[in-house]
């Protein structure tokens, strides 16, 4: 059923969900378009400003990312080990052979979108890793020869973090609306946290008891336990009484290219200027780790003086960022819109950088990256993540997989590289941080022109019954 042009005289269909949009006091967009008495209330928050009618769901969100984030960091320590008993000489071979197998993983995972059910899809995915990780640890078990294992663990986990990962997100954007998602994906990403805390510790217990392949089948079984949370979120998403555009697709394959993630990003003005926005992230962010690194080496001369500050870097990136995913995601994407909470962590890279210029020193850069991490976390992660909710599904499959794994990887490899160039120029701390302030500056200026195109094409997608397949193609950053 197509709206009537006159708004006041607008019958509203069974088919077309009513989203409230977190603007202003609270009001829905057709509330502020409206004024017949005819929407309902905006729902009672809580204390996360979640509606009780999203509880369940955000419930539900948080445990399978819980599990997720389980299974990866009860991994990521034999990863460690492994990547020392394939050869510390060797690594930098290592990094290079995780981004090539990225490369070679995006165009099967596109084929894989192009021919499974979205409905059977992230399970398949999961199920594709769990039998991989069973096939290690009987490789292990079975005594396969130790060096090539090991090698080919480091780069398989390295894949698998970034694709579980990618596809619980998209899979998030899909179920969840524009405005869904600026209420729930704090609370969702806190339970990710809480995995992130619980894995490391069950592997410090359980490392010496069962030893490294033991601990593959842990890994695998808070793998297979996210697949009883998918079937109950779909079942959940079902049931809803305001379906998100595009659920009836989830009863067929979406088709398409499996190059097409590579293709519909480079179509798109929108997914591009998030792909800058990804690769301008981790270019920071490298920059901070490298000077970090050089800084701790300087002034902490011993190992375990250094494992001891990164440690409680780590609790107070992780404290902070709890705190944050709980109680302010929410309010702010909900309240102020994804443009400010974008356009906040370059604003922190821009402040940190310049004071850092001037004072390259240990407190300095300590503060400075424990707030910028856990400003990611618990800020721009979700909000990066809630731009993926207005586009079409093959792009929250497809290019937004590409853009979490080849494009991430890729600003990895070339800030490390640019950041070598810089050394090798003589700049030093002052110098490099100095040269990061453009950077964190075209960052703001994107996050604002991204939240502002978002809001945009959350706009359009309301107005609409159905939206057009692909409404991103059409708008530049």
């Known amino acids: 059923m197509r709206a009537n042009p006159r708004l006041g005289e607008q019958r509203r269909s069974p088919h077309i969900p009513l989203r ?3 603007r202003g006091k609270g009001r829905s967009f057709h509330q502020e378009k409206r004024n017949d008495g005819l929407v ?19 419930l539900l969100a948080g445990a399978y990312f819980f599990c997720l984030l389980c ?3 009860v991994l990521r320590p034999v990863r460690d080990e492994m990547g020392i008993q394939g050869g510390v000489e060797t690594l ?6 995780t981004f090539a197998a990225m490369l070679a993983a995006t165009p099967l995972f596109g084929w894989a979108v192009a021919r499974i059910r979205l409905r059977r899809l992230v399970p398949v995915v999961y199920l594709f890793f769990a039998a991989h990780l069973l096939a290690f640890y009987l490789a292990l078990e079975g005594g396969a020869p130790r060096e090539p294992l090991a090698r080919g663990f480091f780069v398989w986990v390295s894949v698998f973090n970034l694709f579980v990962v990618s596809v619980f997100w998209s899979f998030m954007a899909d179920l969840f609306d524009s405005d869904q998602a600026k209420r729930l994906f704090g609370a969702i990403a806190a339970g990710g946290s809480l995995g992130a805390v619980t894995g490391p510790l069950l592997t410090v217990w359980l490392a010496q008891q069962l030893g490294p392949a033991n601990l593959l089948l842990v890994s695998c079984a808070f793998l297979a336990a996210t697949l009883a949370f998918i079937a109950a979120l779909l079942r959940w998403s079902d049931r809803s009484a305001s379906p998100v555009p595009g ?3 989830r009863d067929r394959a979406v088709g398409g290219s499996p190059l097409a993630g590579l293709t519909l990003t480079l179509r798109s003005p929108y997914l591009l200027g998030v792909g800058l926005y990804i690769v301008l992230f981790t ?12 800084i701790v080496r300087d002034t902490i001369p011993t190992p375990g003086g250094r494992t001891q500050l990164f440690a409680a870097m780590d609790l107070a990136v992780n404290t902070l960022t709890l705190v944050g995913q709980l109680f302010l995601t929410g309010r702010v994407l909900v309240r102020y819109g994804l443009g400010l909470a974008l356009a906040a962590l370059p604003l922190l890279s821009l402040v940190g950088f310049a004071v850092l210029a001037v004072f390259p020193v240990l407190g300095v850069i300590v503060v400075f990256q424990v707030l910028r991490r856990a400003c990611n976390f618990f800020l721009a992660k979700p909000a990066r993540e809630a731009l993926f909710t207005v586009i079409s599904v093959e792009e929250k499959y497809k290019a937004k997989n590409f853009i979490d794994t080849v494009v991430y990887r890729g600003g990895d490899a070339a800030s490390g ?26 960052s703001l200026v994107l996050g604002i022109k991204l939240g502002a ?3 945009a094409l959350r706009r359009r997608a309301s107005s609409t019954a159905f939206p057009t397949p692909s409404i991103a193609q059409k708008t530049v950053p």
């Open 20 to 22: 409230l949009a977190g």
């Open 417 to 442: 590289w640019l950041h070598t160039a810089l050394k090798a120029l003589g700049l030093g701390a002052t110098g490099i941080s100095l040269a990061a302030l453009p950077l964190a500056l075209l």
């Open 283 to 294: 270019a920071l962010s490298t920059f901070l780790y490298f000077e970090q690194a050089r």
């Open 71 to 73: 299974s990866y960091y």
């Open 247 to 249: 659920m009836a697709l």
């Open 40 to 58: 309902p209330p905006t729902p009672r928050l809580s204390l996360t400003g979640i509606p009780r009618q999203e509880r369940p769901a955000a």
């Open 453 to 455: 195109r978002h809001e």
């Open 92 to 97: 930098p071979w290592t990094f290079t052979a």
